[in-house]
């Protein structure tokens, strides 16, 4: 089947329609979680690197992210009500992977949404793409430990 420059460009054209379609349903999306006060983006490194040093036993929940990956944006509220329900047990943070390409590279990261979770600055556990909620939750009610014993060894950050 050959494909001429009418096909290629009506083709083009459904594209762009669908696009600008869908905006404002990914608009909508963004009130159905509350935001919350327990989900920050980490801007640079230094900020990183503090965060890391100042967390002591706490479990850290890293959302590395970019802003074009659509499947990031679907992952996003789901983190957000995680991020409510367990404000005080576990702390979460967003790293855009494009304007922080040394923290992705860091992590390992071969694929976003890429969550990682680091307690006593070891990365414990990670899980790459869009997950059922279940799946992070799991994780998080596994390494939070009232003895802030660490649940498995990890990677030294």
Known sequence: MKINKTQV??????????????????????????ESTNFTRIATEREFDSIIENAGSRLIVLDLYADWCGPCRVLHPTLLALANKYAGKASFYRVNVDANPKIAAAFGTNGIPYVVFVKDRKAIESLVGVNPSKEYEKIIIGTINPNGQQKAPGIAL
């Not at 083709?11 to 696009?19: K, T």
């Open 9 to 34: 460009f009506v083709g083009l054209v459904i594209l762009v329609a669908a696009y600008f379609v869908a905006q404002p349903l990914f608009a909508s999306m963004k009130g159905s979680v509350p």
